[in-house]
Each structure stands twice: as structure tokens, then as C-alpha cells.
């Protein structure tokens, strides 16, 4: 995800509806009345096939961020009943219903949301965006069954897109099905009135939705062009078919958040949409396919305790700008002064000298409190993680005389884990592979050690020397401002070596000494 810089900082199917065909036994029907848009009150209502005595159904405690937000105090009015009529619905726990009833069953409630942005839902005169989790009980035990989503009083002229399968049986083409309620959480959907348009890039086709205005598609489609033949290429390959971009520019600065095969994004404007699409759609493999073991399997009704996000969010935002730079849609010199504001973030945050990556990591639960956010209690691990991304790049390039790279390192762990269907242990196995990327390469004994960069500054606190490594690379840090909050600007030596030029070069064009 791509949170709102002033949190961070210091401080299909367009619907296209057709041509798809359904799994024979859906088995969990939903729908859901957008009635009442002046209300923001969803109306919705859950068949469940089936039962046979007790039933459990639960609304998740978080989705999309790292944050308990207890969807299931949204809830009005829950009632259920089978073929008999009413039966006894009990609360046994903050977000969990018992019913007791057989064959099957249906659940009604209303839910309240207004909130705008990617983390959210929100239902208005204007459209209707919906994170399903946020919005729809799921069964805990029957989370895996397949899932079918109707909408209703849906107003004239709304389209619907979502990166799911329409279902064909419904010829209103208002109707979304997915193979389990997983599936069905990693793919918000967008009701309203808006543009779309879609073309090839990175050996796929790419769908942009767009809702707002000061935008143009040919700047889209370029910008969106270059980041998803980039980053395909460098991580061999499109992982799935389609990928769908849901934009919402000139609301205001919201974030974005990815989702296994689309991602939704609200910028204030367009300028804004290169940086947070090349994070988000770099998301499709660190973090939805090469994924954490700490974040499995997914358990909606606790925290899952993560020491990967400095990787899994920071070295995101290190690609993000690795593929600007690479692509052209930043000059060498934007790039510098990207490395070099992320940088001047951590080091402004009096917090970087006690708090390590791994605890920023684990303590993303505690970003919903806003004095945990102030710059004494806590680093981001956005920010810091990014700086580690590239002062490990870095230090692999120097150890390898330019033969490994953190390139290296992603694809070798998407290779390893993603593509084996297996997750990786947090930083060990980042270290592990780097490590063994050395080892491979030629690299003396004495250099593969990694264990003391992952010691002092991903699981612990020492001050980065961020100057010293950025020399490896030709490259000088400067401090530009004397009192208060010092600046940093980054900037080319003049008579770098062969290898620091090699660095450089490697850092902004992506390439090793390796042919
Ligand atoms: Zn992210």
C-alpha cells in the first residue's frame, strides 16, 4: 500500500459484463442495495446454503491496512432466518454471530460507510467503492466456497468495474462472482459513473478506470506502458492476465492499495499517479505473490505480527523509484532527490535511533493511534525500508565487484518462494538469499557475510552510515541546511572509479557488469 504522505512523512472486468463462464455450485450468495446513498448505508443480504444446527458468520476486524478497525461496529440490524422463518441470531464476540438454523439460511443487515479512499468504502450520490471485507460477513469455516455478489438499485448509468468474473447467468450483467470470499476481499470494486480505456503492456492487457478529471490518456497510457514493461521484465514475467488500475484523481491525496491483480489509487493529481502506480503494481509480486510467511495464512480477527514490511512496503518504494529512473519518467537528478528526502525522513525522526526497521514493521498496528505517528515514537518503515533497499543494493554491488544486485535478490526470492508456492521467513531469508547470490558469483568468504548489515540495521537500530555506502556508488550525501532539520542532497563525484561509476550506473540503469 502507498499511505498518504502526511501520515507517512515527518510527521475486467469493466464490467464488461460477459463472455465468462461460473464454477457450477456457487454457493454463498450476496446482495448488496445501494438504495440508500444519502444514508451511506449498504443494504445487504447474505444467502448461505446449507446449514445444518449452528452456524457461525464474522465480520473482519481489519482489511487493507495494517489496523484492527472492527468492521462489524458498522452492523445495524442483523436478523436472520431459514425456511421456518426468524431464528435465534447470538453475538459470541466482538465481530461473531451463532445461528442456529438448517438448510438455508439468510442473514440482513445494514452497514454504514463514508469514507473515501482505498482503505475504505463508501456509498454517495456520486458512486460506491467497495473493499468487500469491509462490507460482507464471510463464514470462517466456508471461507474457501465459492462466492456471488448481485448488486441492486443500482442507479441508471452506473457501470460497475471490478477484477473479478461477472457471472453470465445474469443477463443485467449486475451480478460478480469469485471463487472464494478471498478472492472476492482482493478485488474492490467501483460503481459510479467513470472512463476506461485498456491496452497491452508488459505482455498483458492493462485496464485503467478513471474517475475525476485533470488527466489525459495518452499520459496515462505512456507512464503506465513504461512501468509495466519495466517491472515485468525485471521479475520475468506477468504473473497473471489482466491487471486492472482504479483511479481516482483530484479527491485529494488518499493513497493506494494494491491487491493481487488491480490496484486502486486516489491522488490529489495527476502528476502524482507515476510514483504510487509504479509502487502499487511492483506489489503484485513483493507482497501478494512473494509473501511473508508472518502474513499467513490470513486471519481477519487479529493483528498478524510482520517484521517483513521494511521489504515488503520499503524496498517497494525503493523499485518504485529504481523504475522511474530506469524508464525515464524520472531524470537521475529526481531520483537522487527522492533517495535523498526519504533519507532526510528517517534521520528527522529522532525515533531512528532506538526503533529498528523490523519494530517499525511489527509496530504498524499502532499507526491508527496519531501519537504513535510523531516523530519521537516511531520511523516508517516506508521510508527507512527504502534506504536499506538501496544501501543494500549497494553493498551487494561493491561486495561483487557489480556482479549481484538487489535485482538479483528479487527475482531470485520470487523464483525460491512465489513461484514454488512458499513464503518466506521474514529477513533471514532475504539475508539467506543475498548471501547465496554472493557465494554463487565468486564472491571470498569474507565478503558473503551479510550478518552484521541485517544486525545493525534492519533488526537493530545503528545509525545507517548512508554517506559511506552512497560513496561506493559515486556518489556524495550532502547537508544543505545547518540548524533544525537538517536537508540532504544527494549529488555525482566527479572522478568516481571504474566500479563506483559501474554502481551508479547499475543504481539508475539497472544493470550489473554481468552480460
Ligand atoms: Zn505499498
Same mark, same amino acid.
Given at each position: %500500500?502507498?499511505?498518504?504522505? *502526511?501520515?507517512?512523512?515527518? &510527521?475486467?472486468?469493466?464490467?464488461?459484463?460477459?463472455?465468462?463462464s461460473?464454477?457450477?455450485?456457487? #454457493?454463498?450468495?450476496?446482495?448488496?442495495?445501494?438504495?440508500?446513498p444519502?444514508?451511506? =448505508?449498504? @443494504?445487504?443480504?447474505?444467502?448461505?446454503?446449507?446449514?445444518?444446527?449452528?452456524? /457461525?458468520?464474522?465480520?473482519?476486524?481489519?482489511?487493507?491496512?495494517?489496523?484492527?478497525?472492527?468492521? !462489524?461496529?458498522?452492523?445495524?440490524?442483523? @436478523?436472520? /432466518?431459514?425456511?421456518?422463518?426468524?431464528?435465534?441470531?447470538?453475538?459470541?464476540?466482538?465481530?461473531?454471530?451463532?445461528?442456529?438454523?438448517?438448510?438455508?439460511?439468510?442473514? /440482513?443487515?445494514? #452497514?454504514?460507510?463514508?469514507?473515501?479512499?482505498?482503505? &475504505?468504502?463508501?456509498?454517495?450520490?456520486?458512486?460506491?467503492?467497495?473493499?468487500?471485507? %469491509?462490507?460482507?460477513?464471510?463464514?470462517?469455516?466456508?471461507?474457501?466456497?465459492?462466492?456471488?455478489?448481485?448488486?441492486?438499485?443500482?442507479?441508471?448509468?452506473? =457501470?460497475?468495474?471490478?477484477?473479478?468474473?461477472?457471472?453470465?447467468?445474469?443477463?443485467?450483467?449486475?451480478?460478480?462472482?469469485?471463487s472464494? +470470499?478471498?478472492?472476492?476481499?482482493?478485488?474492490?470494486?467501483?460503481?459510479?459513473?467513470?472512463?476506461?480505456?485498456?491496452?497491452?503492456?508488459?505482455?498483458?492487457?492493462?485496464?485503467?478506470?478513471?474517475?475525476?478529471?485533470?488527466w489525459?490518456?495518452?499520459?496515462? #497510457?505512456?507512464?503506465?506502458?513504461?512501468?509495466?514493461?519495466?517491472?515485468?521484465?525485471?521479475?520475468?514475467?506477468?504473473?497473471?492476465?489482466?491487471? %486492472?488500475?482504479?483511479?481516482?484523481?483530484? +479527491?485529494?491525496?488518499?493513497?493506494? %492499495?494494491? @491487491?493481487?491483480? *488491480?490496484?486502486?489509487?486516489?491522488?490529489?493529481?495527476?502528476?502524482q499517479?507515476?510514483?504510487?502506480? !509504479?509502487?502499487?503494481f511492483?506489489?503484485?509480486?513483493?507482497?501478494?505473490?512473494?509473501?511473508?510467511?508472518?502474513?499467513?495464512?490470513?486471519?481477519?480477527?487479529?493483528?498478524m505480527?510482520?517484521?517483513?514490511?521494511?521489504?515488503?512496503?520499503?524496498?517497494?518504494?525503493?523499485?518504485?523509484?529504481?523504475?522511474?529512473?530506469?524508464?525515464?519518467?524520472?531524470?537521475?537528478?529526481?531520483?537522487?532527490?527522492?533517495?535523498?528526502?526519504?533519507?532526510?525522513?528517517?534521520?528527522? =525522526?529522532?525515533? @531512528?535511533?532506538? $526503533?529498528?526497521?523490523?519494530?517499525?514493521?511489527l509496530?504498524?498496528?499502532? /499507526?491508527?493511534?496519531?501519537?504513535?505517528?510523531?516523530?519521537?515514537?516511531?520511523?516508517?518503515?516506508?521510508?527507512?525500508?527504502?534506504?536499506?533497499?538501496?544501501?543494500?543494493?549497494?553493498?551487494?554491488?561493491?561486495?561483487?565487484?557489480?556482479?549481484?544486485?538487489?535485482?538479483?535478490? $528479487?527475482?531470485? $526470492?520470487?523464483?525460491? +518462494?512465489?513461484?514454488?508456492?512458499?513464503?518466506?521467513?521474514?529477513?533471514?531469508?532475504?539475508?539467506?538469499?543475498?548471501?547465496?547470490?554472493?557465494?554463487? !558469483?565468486?564472491?571470498?568468504?569474507?565478503? #558473503?557475510?551479510?550478518?552484521?548489515f541485517?544486525?545493525?540495521?534492519?533488526?537493530? !537500530?545503528?545509525?545507517?552510515?548512508?554517506?559511506?555506502?552512497?560513496?561506493?556508488?559515486?556518489?556524495?550525501?550532502?547537508?544543505?541546511?545547518?540548524?533544525?532539520?537538517?536537508?540532504?542532497?544527494?549529488?555525482?563525484?566527479?572522478?568516481?572509479?571504474?566500479?563506483?561509476?559501474?554502481?551508479?550506473?547499475?543504481?539508475?540503469l539497472?544493470?550489473?557488469?554481468?552480460?
Open positions: %500500500m502507498n499511505l498518504p504522505r *502526511c501520515f507517512l512523512r515527518v &510527521a475486467a472486468v469493466i464490467a464488461v459484463l460477459a463472455g465468462f461460473l464454477p457450477a455450485h456457487a #454457493t454463498i450468495n450476496y446482495t448488496i442495495s445501494l438504495a440508500r444519502d444514508q451511506h =448505508r449498504f @443494504h445487504v443480504r447474505m444467502a448461505i446454503p446449507g446449514a445444518t444446527g449452528n452456524l /457461525e458468520v464474522q465480520m473482519a476486524a481489519w482489511d487493507a491496512l495494517y489496523q484492527i478497525r472492527d468492521f !462489524a461496529a458498522r452492523v445495524i440490524g442483523l @436478523h436472520a /432466518e431459514d425456511a421456518a422463518g426468524p431464528v435465534v441470531v447470538e453475538k459470541v464476540d466482538k465481530e461473531t454471530w451463532k445461528i442456529k438454523a438448517a438448510g438455508t439460511v439468510t442473514v /440482513e443487515y445494514d #452497514t454504514e460507510w463514508n469514507d473515501p479512499g482505498p482503505f &475504505a468504502s463508501q456509498l454517495d450520490r456520486e458512486h460506491a467503492f467497495i473493499n468487500f471485507a %469491509m462490507v460482507l460477513l464471510y463464514l470462517p469455516e466456508r471461507h474457501r466456497e465459492d462466492v456471488r455478489v448481485r448488486f441492486l438499485d443500482v442507479p441508471e448509468g452506473w =457501470r460497475i468495474a471490478v477484477e473479478l468474473q461477472p457471472d453470465s447467468a445474469d443477463a443485467s450483467g449486475q451480478t460478480i462472482a469469485a472464494s +470470499f478471498d478472492a472476492l476481499a482482493d478485488a474492490p470494486a467501483e460503481l459510479g459513473i467513470f472512463d476506461d480505456f485498456s491496452f497491452n503492456a508488459g505482455g498483458r492487457t492493462l485496464r485503467v478506470v478513471v474517475r475525476g478529471k485533470g489525459n490518456r495518452a499520459d496515462i #497510457t505512456d507512464a503506465l506502458t513504461r512501468i509495466a514493461n519495466y517491472e515485468t521484465s525485471l521479475m520475468g514475467g506477468p504473473p497473471d492476465k489482466e491487471y %486492472m488500475f482504479l483511479f481516482d484523481i483530484g +479527491f485529494g491525496w488518499g493513497g493506494g %492499495m494494491e @491487491h493481487s491483480d *488491480c490496484a486502486a489509487i486516489s491522488i490529489a493529481t495527476a502528476a499517479l507515476p510514483d504510487t502506480s !509504479a509502487h502499487e511492483f506489489h503484485q509480486w513483493n507482497v501478494k505473490r512473494l509473501r511473508p510467511r508472518s502474513l499467513e495464512p490470513v486471519d481477519r480477527t487479529r493483528e505480527w510482520t517484521r517483513a514490511l521494511w521489504f515488503a512496503e520499503g524496498v517497494t518504494n525503493t523499485y518504485a523509484h529504481y523504475t522511474l529512473v530506469r524508464t525515464g519518467l524520472f531524470s537521475p537528478r529526481q531520483f537522487y532527490d527522492a533517495l535523498a528526502e526519504e533519507y532526510g525522513e528517517v534521520e528527522a =525522526r529522532p525515533a @531512528h535511533l532506538w $526503533m529498528s526497521a523490523e519494530e517499525a514493521s509496530n504498524a498496528w499502532f /499507526e491508527k493511534y496519531p501519537l504513535y505517528n510523531e516523530p519521537d515514537f516511531s520511523v516508517s518503515y516506508y521510508n527507512k525500508g527504502d534506504v536499506i533497499g538501496v544501501a543494500l543494493d549497494i553493498v551487494l554491488r561493491e561486495a561483487s565487484n557489480n556482479r549481484v544486485s538487489l535485482d538479483d535478490v $528479487m527475482r531470485q $526470492m520470487y523464483d525460491d +518462494f512465489a513461484k514454488k508456492g512458499r513464503f518466506y521467513n521474514d529477513s533471514a531469508d532475504i539475508r539467506a538469499t543475498a548471501e547465496a547470490l554472493l557465494r554463487r !558469483a565468486g564472491v571470498p568468504a569474507a565478503s #558473503t557475510d551479510l550478518g552484521s541485517f544486525a545493525q540495521y534492519v533488526s537493530g !537500530a545503528k545509525e545507517i552510515p548512508f554517506a559511506d555506502i552512497l560513496s561506493e556508488a559515486g556518489l556524495e550525501l550532502q547537508t544543505i541546511e545547518g540548524g533544525g532539520i537538517p536537508v540532504y542532497r544527494i549529488v555525482e563525484t566527479s572522478h568516481p572509479t571504474d566500479l563506483q561509476l559501474g554502481i551508479r550506473n547499475g543504481l539508475l539497472g544493470r550489473t557488469s554481468q552480460p
